[in-house]
């Protein structure tokens, strides 16, 4: 087989694959997430949780025995 068949075949096999990831992107980009709906979360008239802020650090540490 020459180079240059190889080259082609290269560009070939990526234009294709560009082709079919542009094409799951889109797909992906205008098809409705299904786990916003309300069979999988029910009504959405809960109020959302917020994390509470972390406890502070007291600056202690636990001291190592000496020997």
Known sequence: MRDSDSVKQLVIFL???AVI???MVYYHKVTP???DAKA????????????LPAAPKT???A???RS
Request: aromatic letters at 12%.
């Open 15 to 17: 234009a294709v694959t």
């Open 21 to 23: 990831v542009a094409g």
């Open 33 to 35: 997430s299904p786990f």
């Open 40 to 51: 999988f979360f029910g009504e959405t008239g809960a109020v959302p949780v917020v994390p």
């Open 59 to 61: 600056g202690t540490v």
């Open 63 to 65: 001291q190592i025995p």
